[in-house]
């Protein structure tokens, strides 16, 4: 073979000579034939059976010399071709029109309420900027030389991490903490506090039997009061920031040569941080109130890395206690963080005063003092993946704050925030029932560690349109009072967090105010939601847990990826992952780890399997719940659908008649969906405080419709069936009709009432109505679980709130390994929390609090077998079969 070759180079080589224009062809006919030979043949014991020449076979000088000039020579053609190319362009362009180009009008996420912030009518961020791509905020600075208009020979070509901690712009940040002890909100909690304690001797002393004759009580108020002053003072010092402009560029420094040592990427839509310019730039004198996502640890500092790196002043942010440990408790303290206690109130029920009243005064003199503000709104961690319910305490204060004039307004940012892989690890151990490990300076310095070592994937960070809390209050109080916008009235009525950091009596006992307050935090938790970007491993578990259980080869996932990214891209959901679907299903399943998914060979091709034991099945639920939330609304239909339809065919048998054809009503269907939603209040935020739910789920409904999993026919009559329906309007018409109306207006009401009409499951969509349904059906079966549980606190038992969690879970984990559940991620200790929040809401069992001990029991009316068999059934028709 590389003889004839070789002879053929030469004879081309002669020609050339001979005829200089004659020889130049036939090279390039010779050097087609060679490549045509080459291409198909192969080098044995190389690069196997599927490497081509062109990966490195070419055997000799002389071909790979004549190989490179012919390249050479192509792509000068190729330059000339282009030079031409642009010269006719430029002249078509300068003789022809200006056409109009039509940019993408898809609706953009993250986009302030309109209905809410009626002033924000135009967008914040415009046409083009959404056209803009993500950008790795980590590898932006190596043009740091070039922002500070130095040479290539200056020090921030060479330093650019360094360039850019140096380059950010300088804020003065003021500390507050020496002017809240003397306000008078925290004078009248400390003697409040100390007459607290001189009644609570004088009670003691007479529950002694002794008399209280002889107590001092001047003496010992005035002890108690020094006491409580040294308390105070404790508590402001454990509390405050120290907030240092050298110490975020340090840290920043730091943070750009450690984070590309465990991330790909920090991924975040310069688009955005320019719309807080802008927002910033039109209201100078607002703070800005940064409302993220809570998943991990490493959120507390990463917006205000992007913050500082974009010349924003940076926050004060909002951190528990618990991570106020030795060294990683002050870096965060001078990068800004002020820590709080997550319970304030002592176990047995009593409130603090004083440290509200400091911590409500703190936050106060934060923001008239001019710093900005970050706090976490579902106030910790999510431990399921999905947006936890929101913690209204400090958005009180800052509302407050608001009300009476301490500030003119305020800027609230709702800042989504997700991870391709979660830095923290994971929370199978709290969901499984078990304590949470409390953090350390030597767990924190071996997680770090451990951190280093791994691969975690990307970061996204959305930050969302900013909107104006004076104009959210106008509108939302303006809706209340029947002003010119008044949404509908949403059935589910959420009452505000029990467990906020101030409670509701520290700002305003108002209920109008509580409700205004719940209804913000609401609303930001649902934008947030909404705003979230989709992940790789999002994507791929969400498949895995809902369509292929069983696994799927390859080329299967990829076409389902394909059709889930379609259908995100038309329902405005943001994706944060380009490329083909084959490679994002490879490296998602290599991000997750053997651990997760598992791959094998099967007849020549990749075959990818969730792991669905416990634990492991929990953990990838967590990838997969972000997406929950989206789908929430269309799996209550199906759900609700399918259930109804199987009661239709229940009563059908019954009567022993067929069930071919069975079809269910459609506002039997709506009502029922409601109940569902009622059932999920403390799982999914379904709508905005400013939307109707059943408009909602009217919208989810005709979607289907048009998907075909649902089918509502039109109903055809013949002109005999038309004669009688008049008839028959006609005669009732002469009965009813006093001439207020028409015979065609009677008619037109009839057929509406006639068209409440029947609803079909078509049989050939049954398929994908199960992934639907198989959405909400870990959390149907948690609840399903719950309520069996509450058999045992028949005959006035009752269990410490603990054990019966623990009791609940044990009976879920009973079912999965049984086969009873198929979904191992149903055991889940915060949804059967939020499912105990749903019956005591309803008032089926009482939570009382004895002593610091939280007693759980079914209330008297619900406290007999036929009772809680009602509850049972009311939980378990949701659940697919």
Not at 13 to 25: A, E
Not at 36 to 49: D, I, K, N, Q, V
Not at 551 to 579: H, K, M, Q, V, W
Not at 659 to 669: K, N
Request: glycine content about 6%; overall charge neutral.
């Amino acid at each position: 073979m590389i003889g004839i070759v070789e002879v053929l180079l030469f004879l081309c080589v002669v020609g050339y000579f001979f005829n200089k224009s004659r020889g130049t062809d036939m090279v390039d006919i010779i050097s087609n034939r060679v490549q045509e030979a080459y291409g198909s043949f192969r080098l044995p014991g190389m690069f196997g059976t599927t490497q081509a020449v062109e990966a490195g076979g070419f055997s000799t000088y002389a071909m790979l010399k004549r190989f490179g000039e012919q390249k050479k020579r192509k792509r000068q053609i190729d330059k000339e071709n282009d030079r031409k190319l642009r010269e006719d362009s430029l002249y078509h362009m300068k003789n022809s029109p200006t056409p109009h180009i039509s940019l993408d009008s898809k609706a953009m996420p993250g986009m302030a309420c309109r209905f809410c912030s009626p002033a924000e009518s135009q967008p914040q961020l415009d046409q083009v900027d959404r056209r803009r791509t993500a950008i790795d905020i980590l590898r932006v600075t190596s043009h740091a030389g070039r922002r500070t208009n130095s040479s290539p020979t200056d020090w921030g070509v060479w330093c650019p991490h360094l360039a850019q901690a140096a380059r950010v712009k300088k804020y003065d940040y003021p500390q507050v903490a020496g002017a809240v002890l003397g306000e008078e909100r925290v004078q009248q909690a400390l003697e409040t506090a100390a007459k607290e304690s001189v009644n609570e001797k004088r009670q003691e002393l007479l529950d002694a039997g002794q008399s209280d004759d002889t107590f001092d009580e001047d003496a010992y108020y005035n002890e108690t009061m020094r006491k409580h002053e040294k308390r105070a003072h404790r508590v402001l010092i454990g509390m405050r920031s120290k907030l240092s402009d050298m110490v975020l560029r340090i840290t920043s420094w730091v943070l750009y040569k450690l984070l590309p040592c465990f991330l790909s990427g920090v991924a975040a839509h310069p688009g955005q941080v320019d719309m807080i310019k802008r927002a910033i730039a039109k209201n100078p004198d607002a703070p800005l109130i940064f409302l993220p996502l809570h998943r991990s640890h490493l959120d507390y500092i990463m917006v205000s890395f992007i913050l500082l790196n974009h010349d924003i002043r940076c926050p004060l942010v909002a951190g528990g206690d618990n991570l106020r440990i030795p060294v990683f408790g002050n870096i965060l303290r001078y990068d800004g963080a002020f820590f709080i206690k997550r319970k304030i109130d002592p176990l047995t029920g009593k409130k603090d005063h004083v440290y509200r009243s400091i911590l409500h005064t703190y936050v106060q003199k934060v923001l008239t003092a001019g710093h900005n503000v970050e706090f976490f709104i579902e106030g910790g961690r999510t431990r399921t993946g999905k947006p936890c319910m929101p913690k209204s305490g400090i958005l009180s204060v800052i509302v407050d704050a608001f009300n009476d004039k301490s500030i003119s307004d305020a800027l609230l940012v709702p800042v989504s925030i997700n991870y391709e892989k979660l830095v923290d690890g994971n929370f199978v151990r709290e969901q499984l029932g078990q304590k949470k490990v409390p953090e350390s300076f030597s767990s924190a310095a071996a997680a770090i560690m451990k951190v280093l070592k791994a691969r975690y994937g990307l970061m996204r960070i959305d930050f969302n349109e900013p909107f104006s809390l004076s104009e959210l209050v106008k509108s939302l109080r303006k809706s209340e009072t029947g002003g010119s916008y008044a949404p509908e009235n949403r059935r589910l009525q959420h009452k505000p967090s029990s467990s906020s950091l101030f409670g509701t009596d520290v700002v305003q006992e108002e209920q109008e105010l509580r409700t205004l307050v719940d209804n913000i935090a609401r609303h930001v938790v649902y934008d947030c939601a909404k705003a979230t970007s989709v992940m790789t491993t999002n994507a791929l578990a969400f498949l895995l847990l809902n369509r292929f259980r069983d696994g799927a080869p390859l080329a299967i996932l990829t076409e389902a990826l394909e059709e889930l990214r379609s259908y995100l891209n038309t329902t405005s959901r943001d994706i944060g992952f380009t490329g083909a679907s084959e490679d994002i299903v490879k490296y998602a399943a290599d991000l997750l780890g053997p651990g997760l998914v598992t791959k094998e060979k099967r007849a020549g091709q990749m075959f990818f399997k969730p792991v669905t034991m416990i634990p492991n099945v929990i953990e990838l639920a967590y990838y997969s719940n972000s997406l929950v939330p989206h789908f929430a609304l269309d799996s209550i239909v199906i759900t609700v659908a399918s259930f109804l339809k199987r009661q239709a065919e229940q009563r059908l048998r019954e009567q022993q008649k067929s069930i071919e054809d069975v079809s269910i009503g459609r506002q039997e269907l709506f009502s029922t969906c409601l109940e569902f939603c009622d059932l999920l209040m403390y799982e999914f935020i379904l709508s905005k405080p400013c939307q109707s739910l059943e408009t909602l789920l009217q919208d989810c409904y005709h979607r289907l419709c048009i998907m075909e999993l649902l089918l509502q026919p039109e109903v055809e009559y013949t002109e005999e069936q038309h004669r009688a329906r008049r008839l028959a309007a006609n005669l009732e018409l002469d009965e009813l009709n006093d001439g207020s109306y028409s015979e065609d207006d009677y008619f037109d009401e009839q057929i509406d009432q006639e068209e409440e009409e029947r609803v079909f499951l078509p049989a050939e969509k049954h398929c994908d109505r199960i992934v639907l349904q198989s959405v909400l059906a870990p959390f149907t079966n948690t609840y399903a679980a719950v309520a069996s549980s509450l058999n045992q606190l028949l005959g006035g038992n009752s269990m410490v709130e603990g054990e019966f969690i623990k009791q609940c879970i044990k009976e879920i984990t009973s079912r999965v390994e049984s086969g009873q559940c198929k979904y191992g991620e149903s055991i889940s200790t915060d949804t059967v929390r939020n499912c105990l929040k749903v019956l005591e809401k309803r008032s089926a069992i009482e939570i009382v609090n004895n002593n610091g001990v939280r007693l759980v029991s079914l209330a008297p009316a619900f406290d007999s077998p036929t009772e809680v068999q009602t509850i049972i059934h009311s939980m378990e028709k949701f659940v697919p079969i």
